[in-house]
């Protein structure tokens, strides 16, 4: 009672407080004294030939803030926190730190002010260990048994345990990315760019990131926070700027509008979620593997363990999970791309074909569609209708081994009008398309034939939300339309969209497949941490 | 002084040249530039250090022209993957038939020629023991300065600061230079010393192993000192044991046609490059891949600026 009552007398008292504040801050602004933000960008432009990825863009974070930067991929967010961190040269513009102009010419310099940046694809070095990692972005009077000494304070303080001398490839996702904040925090920073941090954390590791932002928010850090999922901005922050073809379009209130509303000022217009013309009526089984373990194929990959999955015909399949977890090693086992040696591990329409190899299960009616478009699914430097025969050369593309450039032109051309390809010019080679463009062509080349089976790892990885909507929708007509679907994704929101049935692979294991409305975002969570099983006591202890 | 004796002493001059020139090159790879410009370095060192040293009778100058001319291959290399970040294996490739052929430019008037012996270090009392006085204690400038670079080489890439940026430069140079590390420069110094150990290395070989200069003198010796890199994991003490490994093998083989063994002469030539594919095998079959690839070996690097 004493506890709710003095938290409520806090309460009371904060708000009493903000009111005052925004007040005074209203007075104080007009005064220009210390309410200025602690960094300014103002009309900010990068050029890179044709394209302008930055365009005049305004952007003010006040000391303390968590200040969201939104906008789909290609908006020109990491372009703008590139100028921001000294790695990338504005065409135009001006920067502003506590109201002084300043050129920040190298991450040097940006440290140096005291920017430190946390970055998606993770900077750090494999075959360093933590310690050298961490030692080798700071400046010169580090040495290594000082930053030992320290990290220990640290993982202490913020609840960001690591071990100094592992080795960084045999570390987590999550881990990985506590190296990047110890590091930062290390040099004491005002102001945090965190590059989509949740993108490759479990739930559980997303809401302790949380806590550890706002806690350093609390102590006046400022948080420029990139990210595409809203309901986390909503959580987090309280200021939001929405980029759109690299103009800032709204800065607003995240906490005060939807997720819808903001998605809206993100894409230009309404975004609507994929649509299932009838529950799915799961038929025969198209695919099955029984057992299936395959041993590491490379120094630092993931070896499966008896791993059993059924699709039928009419159902869309997803796995989830982190990345590196085996998603890489089942598809090459299911694509045949690694054989098996045993025949019977994986059967296609009813025939073993564990051993056979790609084309040979192609023949059965099954398609794949790998994760990296370019140089995995599609020869970059060849033309969209060569890469037709990339999945074709069976069909009707190529005779007694020539090519029938006319039908593969054809062929290209039908794919292009069905899954509405943007091209740059006629028949254009591979890497010439967007990301987005290539993805919608690759996905619609495999089902283009009809497939009885359809295998897709992360088919809307960094795609734009309008395609993937597109994707997303003609993965779940082909279901209904009689084909089994397995769709591998680290995208949790896609699979709760489109999957009917789960299952979460970690460290190369399968857990249980169950109906998607059986599944909840924490019990998925714990799956893929692996701790399922240890009813969620060891979630505490990351 | 035994045959024995003598063998081992051999072994010594045939395996220095080949650590001096590894040991430049394992910076270079572990700086993330994979450098086949190796034996035309080499090539020039020993020609221009040989043409010096006659001209001005002097194998201090012999050994300084060796130095620079490999530096100045090098910076040329240099320009080339970095500056314009050409292909490294064609590049490399270029500079070696160049480096070939322009060494036996400058040496042709100095064919025939002959230099003295260069003293040994003599350290008094010890090169008197019987037997390894001579080997430990008698060796010339050149032998104890490879050991040291090789204990130089160690340090600076285990314990520096320095070399920590390097290796990681040579890991992941997307990152480094996301992190504002000096990519291009640390890479050119990184070929510049290359260069500069391969041209120390072919002037070795003019200078003391064989004292006189031919045309093609370093009979493939810059390739051997690639592979021994590759063989060593990236590891400058397991340089210099590698190093021992395939001097004393070419040493060997030359004993064994002596001998006349009854086995063709040209096999066992073959020996020292066959030892390197068989090493290279079978470090392959342990590892999968070979292990201690610096990340981005041979990957040309362009900043986003």
């Not at chain 1, 490839?169 to 290390?186: M, N, P």
């Not at chain 1, 089902?447 to 009885?452: E, G, L, V």
């Not at chain 2, 070419?250 to 064994?256: G, I, P, S």
Request: glycine share 10%; aromatic share 6%; net charge neutral.
């Amino acid at each position: 009672m004493h506890h709710l009552h003095s938290g409520l007398q806090r309460l009371l008292a904060t708000t009493v407080f903000n009111l005052f504040q925004s007040e005074l801050q209203c007075v104080k602004e007009e005064l220009s004294s210390s309410a200025r933000p602690l960094v300014e960008l103002r009309g900010i432009s990068k050029r890179y030939g044709e394209l302008l990825a930055n365009d005049a863009v305004d952007l003010a974070i006040r000391p303390g803030e968590i200040h969201a930067l939104l906008g789909e991929n290609g908006a020109g967010k990491s372009t703008l926190v590139k100028i921001l961190y000294g790695v990338v040269e504005p065409s135009a513009g001006e920067i502003q730190w506590e109201g002084r102009p300043v050129t920040i010419a190298s991450p040097v310099e940006a440290r140096a002010l005291g920017i430190g940046m946390v970055f998606q694809h993770f900077s750090l070095f494999d075959e360093l260990t933590v310690a050298e990692n961490i030692a080798v972005a700071l400046s010169d009077d580090w040495t290594l048994d000082a930053v030992r000494a320290r990290l220990g304070d640290i993982s202490h303080s913020y609840g960001l345990a690591l071990e100094a001398d592992r080795a960084v490839w045999t570390l987590s996702a999550g881990e990985r990315q506590r190296i990047e904040i110890v590091r930062c925090l290390l040099q004491g920073p005002r102001l945090l760019i965190l590059d989509e941090p949740t993108s490759v954390l479990t739930p559980q590791e997303a809401e302790h990131l949380f806590l550890t932002l706002d806690k350093l928010s609390a102590e006046g850090v400022s948080i420029l926070y990139i990210s595409h999922k809203l309901e986390e901005v909503r959580r987090l922050c309280q200021t939001a700027t929405i980029l759109r073809a690299g103009k800032n379009v709204a800065s607003i209130d995240p906490r005060a509008h939807s997720a819808r509303e903001i998605a809206a000022l993100m894409v230009g217009n309404e975004v609507g979620g994929v649509r299932s013309t009838a529950p799915h009526v799961p038929k025969g089984e198209m695919l099955t593997v029984d057992s299936l373990s395959l041993p590491t194929g490379s120094l630092h990959g993931v070896a499966l363990s008896s791993i059993d999955l059924a699709a039928h015909a009419g159902e869309v399949v997803g796995i989830a999970g982190i990345a590196g977890n085996g998603q890489s090693e089942l598809f090459a086992a299911l694509s045949g791309e690694r054989p098996t040696d045993r025949n019977d591990a994986i059967i296609i329409a009813g025939h073993p074909c564990g051993a056979a190899g790609i084309d040979a299960r192609r023949r059965l009616g099954a398609a794949f569609v790998p994760e990296e478009r370019l140089g995995h699914a599609a020869a970059p430097t060849h033309r969209l209708s060569e890469n037709t025969l990339i999945s074709h050369a069976a069909a009707e593309v190529s005779r007694s081994g020539f090519i029938l450039l006319r039908a593969a032109r054809r062929l290209a051309r039908a794919i292009v009008q069905s899954f509405d390809v943007r091209m740059p010019e006629a028949d254009p080679q591979a890497r010439k398309l967007s990301g987005g463009n290539l993805q919608k062509f690759v996905i619609g080349r495999e089902m283009i034939r009809n497939p009885a089976v359809l295998v897709v790892d992360q088919p809307t990885w960094g795609v734009d939300a309008g395609a993937a909507r597109l994707i997303r929708q003609a993965l779940v007509d082909l279901a209904t339309a009689g084909s089994a679907v397995i769709v591998i994704s680290q995208d949790l929101d896609e699979l709760f969209e489109i999957a009917d049935r789960m299952a979460v692979i970690h460290q190369g294991r399968l857990s249980p497949m169950k109906p998607v409305s059986e599944w909840t975002k924490e019990s998925v969570g714990l799956e893929m941490l692996g701790v399922a099983e240890n009813s969620g006591e060891a979630v505490h202890a990351l | 002084m035994t045959t024995f004796e003598a063998i081992l002493l051999t072994i010594v001059t045939a395996s220095t040249p080949l650590l001096i020139a590894s040991l430049g090159e394992l910076v270079a790879e572990r700086s993330g530039v994979l450098n086949l410009g190796l034996e035309g370095m080499m090539a020039m060192g020993a020609s221009c250090s040989f043409a010096a040293a006659v001209t001005f009778d002097s194998t201090l100058m012999g050994v300084g022209a060796g130095i620079l001319a490999g530096g100045f291959m090098a910076a040329l290399f240099a320009v080339v993957v970095l500056g314009f970040a050409a292909n490294q294996v064609g590049s490399g490739l270029a500079v070696t038939i160049f480096g070939l052929g322009l060494s036996g430019l400058i040496g042709a008037p100095f064919v025939g020629a002959r230099r003295d012996p260069v003293a040994p270090l003599n350290i008094p009392g010890l090169v008197d023991i019987p037997f390894i006085g001579r080997l430990f204690f008698g060796q010339d400038l050149f032998v104890y300065g490879s050991i040291a670079l090789t204990v130089a080489v160690g340090l600076y890439l285990g314990r520096a600061r320095a070399g920590l940026v390097l290796r990681s430069i040579g890991e992941n140079h997307a990152s480094a230079h996301a992190l504002g590390l000096p990519v291009l420069r640390t890479r050119f110094l990184a070929i510049l010393f290359g260069g500069a150990c391969a041209g120390l290395a072919g002037a070795y070989l003019s200078l003391v192993y064989t004292r006189f200069w031919s045309p093609g003198m370093t009979a493939g010796r810059g390739w051997i000192a690639l592979a021994l890199v590759v063989f060593a994991a990236w590891r400058p003490r397991w340089v210099l044991i590698g190093a021992y490994i395939f001097g004393a093998a070419t040493v060997l083989q030359l004993h064994a046609q002596a001998a006349q063994f009854g086995v063709p002469s040209q096999l066992l030539s073959a020996v020292p490059y066959l030892a390197t594919i068989l090493a290279l095998l079978l470090l392959s079959l342990r590892h999968g891949r070979a292990i201690g690839t610096p990340g981005s070996l041979g990957v040309p690097f362009v900043p986003d600026r």
